[in-house]
């Protein structure tokens, strides 16, 4: 997260837009994937905040949400057979989500809105987050998005609203990827396991399609961003 405090970049100008969302792609990616050990923290909190919002739009109580220094997160709230479907499938799936929306947002033009989006949706999960690692993460990452929306002007302020989405798009899928190397499918505490329970669909399967999902919104969010759909 240093880089922002580099002003060196020579951020593309929005004559650009292919330039622009490559640069932000590769900080994203460097962020996403080599980094993976001190920002997947960014990734779970996208994680449970789609188990939370998808429980709330459902209109089932979210209790409390809990991290740890290890990447991982608990979302505590009962909802029962089927809505425990959407609510389940909405955790590794959300990184994806709400980076497709996003990214579509700002095809639009809508930089301020998707800055001040992501701290309107974090402020409101930190009044259920629970426990010291929730309160460091989700306010350390509130801090850096309150900064790149006040304290950045164009096109800095930009590309890295970009870098934000493009990591919320590449960061579903690294978590994918390192769920099923790690054979997490096979925790009784994992979404897909807590699926196959509910479902009788295997947990092998539910894995394959949050990959399949994530690496879709990575390809639908990246040519928007890109500019090569629609």
């Known amino acids: 997260m240093s880089v922002l405090a580099s002003t060196t970049i020579a951020a593309p100008t929005a004559d650009g837009p292919s330039g622009l969302a490559g640069t932000a792609a590769v900080l994203a990616w460097i962020m996403a994937v080599p980094l993976y050990r ?113 304290d950045l002007k164009p096109p800095l302020q930009v590309l890295f609203t970009h870098v934000w989405v493009w990591f919320l798009l590449i960061i579903g899928v690294e978590q994918m990827l390192v769920f099923i190397q790690g054979k997490v499918y096979k925790n009784d505490t994992s979404d897909s396991v807590r699926l196959q329970k509910e479902t009788h669909i295997p947990s092998e399967i539910w894995s394959f399609v949050f990959l399949c999902g994530t690496i879709a919104a990575l390809v639908a969010g990246g040519m928007m961003l890109l500019h090569l759909a629609g």
């Open 38 to 150: 001190f920002t997947q923290y960014f990734g779970t909190v996208a994680h449970e905040g789609g188990h939370a919002l998808v429980a709330k739009l459902l209109f089932q109580a979210v209790r409390a949400i809990r991290f740890t220094w290890s990447g991982d997160g608990m979302t505590y709230t009962t909802p029962s057979w089927p809505i425990i479907i959407p609510v389940a499938m909405a955790g590794y799936l959300g990184p994806s989500a709400f980076g497709l929306f996003a990214a579509w947002l700002l095809t639009q033009g809508q930089t301020e809105t998707v800055l001040w989006g992501s701290l309107a949706f974090l402020g409101v999960m930190l009044l259920v987050v629970r426990g010291w690692v929730g309160w460091i993460i989700v306010p350390a990452l509130m801090v850096l998005l309150f900064e790149i929306a006040t």
